[in-house]
């Protein structure tokens, strides 16, 4: 999984994050209060955004940036695929409740063509976990679970290493990677196929850096306990609830979890690792399959259309605007995602993570964010609620090429000078107005307000 083993980042203080929390366990008519610290502008600015919802007594959203046309990035989605830079890839875009554009570019398997379409789908790797958060937010407005609640509440065979923190453990402690450990405790034996119940016994033992909810951790198998929670608290599995309570009202119609539910897809994305002859096609690895609120969602560029229209505001009706609010706000600081790549460290100021979502401020925009890898996949969510948009982007391979996709995308809908984050022989002034020849016209998606083909400049 993607995740850099850093000094941990420090908290908001606890008492104030569980403040933020607490009037959603009241129900989704409950209002996101104000409060101090690193929150504080993130709600202000999720509580603007929000009223999206309801579209119909409020003005449009703001335009995006003179010269913003979805067409020139899918030439340059196009582009990444020619001559198998990158097997396949898939692209959304939403902006103001409309699709931009829902597609599929390359192809789904070097061994065995076939062509990516809007329906083609991918493995999700942690951009799952922002599925984990919005599952368990739905529970909390139902009354089913609190924020606060304690997992030996809920599952009275937990413990940590410290019984005392055994004890203080919330439910939004493990969405926001604040259980504790170390940095992604016992990955490297979840890669080397133990199973998930043996792993979780193994956190008796796991030595602690910090109390719960006092500083930041990233996690996947600490984090998906929040699917035993969903069971503890609904009587049913934690795959059948996301189904019932995510995809099947978003319209998602071609998202599974797990190795079965990609498998059964009549149109699924190989991931390719690479070999001496270029890509080669592999079968999904099953270790992260293991933890499915971690990493275990598979959706096409037609769901995560549905998924960003949901969470941009445009369907209340599933998950209402308070809620939105909540999963979005930063509980915890995260100084490290500022590094690495060109367009972080040249873009970010600073760096949050909420509850399943990532929070950055870039070039002094709020952006809402999660990226997620397994071997053979890659995959980038961020959403601009200033400005009602959002943008999806998953990959069939290894490589790290198409990630400057995104900066780019941002860079235009938000009218910044372009940075330079994909490779020069990637041209943006060659349009396709039509995509690839494989793609699907996203006026053929469920939801779909407007097809590719009538994406105009803003």
Same mark, same amino acid.
């Given at each position: 999984?993607?995740?850099?083993?850093?000094?941990?980042?420090?908290?908001?203080?606890?008492?104030?994050?569980?403040?933020?929390?607490?009037?959603?366990?009241?129900?989704?008519?409950?209002?996101?209060?104000?409060?101090?610290?690193?929150?504080?502008?993130?709600?202000?600015?999720?509580?603007?955004?929000?009223?999206?919802?309801?579209?119909?007594?409020?003005?449009?959203?703001?335009?995006?940036?003179?010269?913003?046309?979805?067409?020139?990035?899918?030439?340059?989605?196009?582009?990444?695929?020619?001559?198998?830079?990158?097997?396949?890839?898939?692209?959304?875009?939403?902006?103001?409740?409309?699709?931009?554009?829902?597609?599929?570019?390359?192809?789904?398997?070097?061994?065995?063509?076939?062509?990516?379409?809007?329906?083609?789908?991918?493995?999700?790797?942690?951009?799952?976990?922002?599925?984990?958060?919005?599952?368990?937010?739905?529970?909390?407005?139902?009354?089913?679970?609190?924020?606060?609640?304690?997992?030996?509440?809920?599952?009275?065979?937990?413990?940590?290493?410290?019984?005392?923190?055994?004890?203080?453990?919330?439910?939004?402690?493990?969405?926001?990677?604040?259980?504790?450990?170390?940095?992604?405790?016992?990955?490297?034996?979840?890669?080397?196929?133990?199973?998930?119940?043996?792993?979780?016994?193994?956190?008796?033992?796991?030595?602690?850096?910090?109390?719960?909810?006092?500083?930041?951790?990233?996690?996947?198998?600490?984090?998906?306990?929040?699917?035993?929670?969903?069971?503890?608290?609904?009587?049913?599995?934690?795959?059948?609830? !996301?189904?019932?309570?995510?995809?099947?009202?978003?319209?998602?119609?071609?998202?599974?979890?797990?190795?079965?539910?990609?498998?059964?897809?009549?149109?699924?994305?190989?991931?390719?690792?690479?070999?001496?002859?270029?890509?080669?096609?592999?079968?999904?690895?099953?270790?992260?399959?293991? !933890?499915?609120?971690?990493?275990?969602?598979?959706?096409?560029?037609?769901?995560?259309?549905?998924?960003?229209?949901?969470?941009?505001?445009?369907?209340?009706?599933?998950?209402?605007?308070?809620?939105?609010?909540?999963?979005?706000?930063?509980?915890?600081?995260?100084?490290?995602?500022?590094?690495?790549?060109?367009?972080?460290?040249?873009?970010?100021?600073?760096?949050?993570?909420?509850?399943?979502?990532?929070?950055?401020?870039?070039?002094?925009?709020?952006?809402?964010?999660?990226?997620?890898?397994?071997?053979?996949?890659?995959?980038?969510?961020?959403? !601009?609620?200033?400005?009602?948009?959002?943008?999806?982007?998953?990959?069939?391979?290894?490589?790290?090429?198409?990630?400057?996709?995104?900066?780019?995308?941002?860079?235009?809908?938000?009218?910044?000078?372009?940075?330079?984050?994909?490779?020069?022989?990637?041209?943006?002034?060659?349009?396709?107005?039509?995509?690839?020849?494989?793609?699907?016209?996203?006026?053929?998606?469920?939801?779909?307000?407007?097809?590719?083909?009538?994406?105009?400049?803003?």
């Amino acid at each position: 999984m993607n995740c850099n083993k850093k000094k941990p980042s420090r908290t908001l203080p606890r008492l104030g994050a569980i403040a933020l929390l607490l009037p959603l366990t009241l129900g989704s008519t409950a209002q996101t209060p104000q409060h101090s610290g690193m929150a504080n502008a993130a709600t202000s600015q999720a509580m603007s955004s929000s009223a999206v919802a309801h579209p119909a007594n409020l003005p449009p959203a703001p335009p995006l940036a003179v010269g913003f046309d979805a067409r020139q990035f899918e030439s340059m989605a196009q582009q990444l695929v020619a001559n198998q830079r990158v097997p396949g890839l898939a692209m959304a875009m939403v902006h103001d409740g409309k699709i931009l554009t829902s597609r599929g570019y390359g192809i789904t398997d070097t061994s065995h063509a076939a062509p990516v379409d809007s329906h083609t789908v991918f493995r999700l790797a942690s951009l799952s976990k922002s599925f984990a958060g919005t599952m368990t937010g739905l529970l909390v407005n139902d009354g089913s679970l609190r924020w606060d609640s304690k997992l030996v509440d809920y599952l009275p065979t937990f413990r940590l290493s410290d019984p005392l923190a055994s004890q203080q453990l919330t439910v939004a402690d493990l969405l926001s990677h604040r259980v504790g450990l170390t940095h992604n405790a016992f990955d490297r034996d979840l890669e080397q196929y133990v199973d998930f119940r043996t792993l979780t016994h193994k956190l008796a033992y796991a030595p602690l850096q910090c109390a719960p909810g006092t500083c930041y951790s990233y996690q996947n198998v600490a984090f998906s306990l929040v699917g035993d929670m969903v069971f503890a608290a609904t009587g049913d599995f934690y795959a059948q609830e !996301v189904q019932r309570r995510i995809f099947k009202p978003l319209g998602m119609n071609d998202a599974s979890l797990g190795l079965e539910g990609i498998q059964a897809s009549p149109s699924w994305a190989r991931p390719h690792v690479r070999g001496r002859g270029g890509w080669v096609a592999m079968m999904p690895k099953t270790t992260y399959y293991q !933890v499915l609120p971690a990493a275990g969602v598979n959706a096409s560029a037609s769901d995560m259309a549905q998924y960003l229209l949901a969470h941009t505001g445009h369907r209340p009706d599933v998950l209402p605007a308070p809620l939105l609010a909540t999963l979005h706000q930063p509980l915890v600081t995260t100084p490290s995602e500022i590094r690495g790549s060109s367009w972080r460290r040249t873009r970010l100021t600073s760096a949050g993570y909420a509850l399943g979502w990532r929070t950055y401020d870039y070039a002094g925009h709020r952006v809402v964010f999660h990226g997620g890898a397994v071997q053979g996949y890659r995959g980038l969510i961020a959403m !601009v609620p200033e400005l009602d948009f959002g943008v999806a982007i998953m990959w069939n391979s290894e490589s790290s090429l198409p990630s400057g996709l995104l900066p780019t995308i941002l860079d235009s809908a938000l009218g910044l000078p372009t940075g330079q984050w994909l490779d020069d022989d990637i041209d943006p002034t060659l349009y396709a107005a039509e995509g690839s020849d494989n793609s699907t016209d996203s006026a053929n998606a469920p939801g779909s307000h407007a097809s590719a083909s009538t994406a105009a400049p803003h």
